[in-house]
């Protein structure tokens, strides 16, 4: 699976629907449709958070990805809070955006808050729905007397108070995703993205509403589909009881607990769920024999990028982003590297040599000055694994943790690969002895003085 590595962001359309516009993009081809169906969103900056931008890529490697933003956050309309959609109207929004792209039937995935628009739509429109995902979700929320197995009123109202209060904050994103913790960009991507999502004050109303409102259970057994259920074991935001309920009431559903305390699926044990969704859906279980070869590995990122995009405005930076990324290939292919994905401001490529990746480097960093642009760069030499055009194994976290060492303007590279260039013209100056995060031991890091 990739890792922080994501296609360029597909374009944002939009479908009419009775009560309003609803945005939505459309990624990948294939002999099925995806219909992705998710809580609060937005499509414009998904693709700026690296594991769900990642998630969202190898869903569409089994299909037609169709994502939307529901009516009343990110890009799509917003709505009265006072008049927040019933479960049948999102699932009609559902059936206008699947009639906008031409899709007859698709695989339906519904997660957490957006599993009850899933069950309804499946139920409620069988010819349209192919199959049917429901990923740490629940037919009923809220505790009473016919469901004791569901949250108590008062911990519905403290998450609720939580929601209102820590919406688009590190806080929240910590208690959702407690793996991304240790991992400051994805926590910062992740902020943002919520707080492009919905404000606090509609993101409270909707939860409150979904906590409060959500029984689809006399619904469940009209479900025709094939029905896959897959739930967090440790999440204490959705217990497992739920998840459990779900897959004994829908008949021939079949269960998958995955452990874990993230709430998402594109957090902690992403590759587990995708496996089972693959599975399920294709008929076959993903090849997981990937190819070992030795390769060197560089990573290239723009320094203050975001402090930048503020200043230039979204439309100036975007026709940078446009010329660096056409520099930066113009030195790939000079030098024989191959270009392995983009994230954002950053590469990531593979050479069949260190030389060739140190002078790329440098090649990169100094043509980028003219557009005033500071970049860093990583390099390490190391045993990688190939997944088609995906690259995976320890190599590439070296050397992306390299990168992340390096200062502005910076050419930075593993001792292995001073020691692979010794007697070339080449020059170094030691930097030290660095812990990489993640990665055992103490490296020994230098910088490239001359290429």
């Avoid at 937005?42 to 690296?50: K, S, Y």
């Avoid at 090849?287 to 723009?302: E, G, K, M, Q, Y």
């Avoid at 405005?313 to 930066?328: K, P, R, T």
């Avoid at 990169?364 to 003219?370: G, K, S, T």
Wanted: aromatic letters at 6%; charged letters at 25%; a negative charge.
């Amino acid at each position: 699976m990739r890792e922080n590595w994501e296609v360029v962001a597909p374009r944002t359309m939009y479908a009419s629907a009775e009560k309003g516009q609803i945005a939505y993009q459309v990624l990948g081809e294939g002999e099925r449709d995806i219909l992705y169906l998710r809580g609060l969103g937005n499509v414009e900056v998904q693709w700026d958070v690296p594991p769900l931008a990642s998630f969202l890529q190898n869903l569409s490697s089994f299909g037609r990805l169709i994502v939307f933003d529901r009516r009343g956050s990110g890009a799509s309309d917003p709505i009265p809070l006072e008049a927040i959609p019933t479960w049948e109207e999102w699932a009609d929004d559902a059936l206008v955006v699947l009639d906008a792209v031409g899709s007859e039937s698709a695989v339906v995935v519904g997660e957490i808050d957006a599993g009850p628009i899933a069950v309804v739509l499946a139920a409620s429109h069988p010819k349209r729905v192919e199959s049917l995902v429901l990923m740490t979700t629940a037919a009923k929320y809220m505790q009473t007397e016919d469901y004791p197995i569901g949250v108590p009123e008062e911990t519905v109202a403290g998450y609720v108070d939580l929601i209102r209060e820590t919406w688009g904050t590190d806080e929240l994103i910590k208690l959702a995703m407690p793996t991304l913790s240790n991992d400051p960009e994805s926590v910062r991507s992740m902020t943002k993205f919520v707080r492009l999502t919905a404000t606090p004050r509609t993101a409270a109303a909707q939860y409150d509403y979904v906590f409060r409102n959500n029984d689809t259970r006399s619904v469940l057994s009209s479900i025709q589909a094939p029905t896959l259920v897959l739930h967090r074991t440790d999440t204490n935001f959705v217990p497992l009881a739920l998840g459990r309920y779900l897959a004994e009431n829908i008949e021939g559903a079949r269960l998958v607990e995955i452990p874990g305390e993230d709430l998402y699926f594109f957090g902690d044990q992403a590759d587990v769920a995708l496996d089972e969704i693959a599975e399920f859906v294709t008929g076959e279980a993903p090849s997981h024999d990937p190819a070992r070869i030795l390769a060197t590995v560089l990573f290239t990122d723009i320094v203050s990028s975001t402090e930048q995009a503020t200043t230039l405005g979204d439309h100036e930076w975007s026709l940078v982003l446009d010329a660096h990324h056409a520099i930066v290939r113009r030195e790939l292919a000079r030098h024989k590297g191959r270009e392995v994905g983009t994230a954002g401001d950053g590469f990531l490529a593979t050479f069949d040599g260190p030389t060739r990746a140190i002078r790329c480097a440098c090649a990169i960093r100094d043509a980028l000055r003219a557009l005033d642009l500071d970049v860093r760069a990583g390099v390490h030499t190391g045993e990688i694994e190939t997944r088609g055009e995906d690259v995976a194994g320890i190599a590439v976290h070296i050397g992306a943790r390299v990168a992340k060492t390096a200062d502005p303007g910076e050419v930075l590279v593993s001792r292995t690969v001073a020691d692979l260039v010794a007697g070339s013209s080449i020059e170094f100056e030691p930097r030290g002895e660095h812990a990489l995060r993640g990665i055992p031991g103490s490296w020994t890091l230098y910088a490239v003085t001359a290429s």
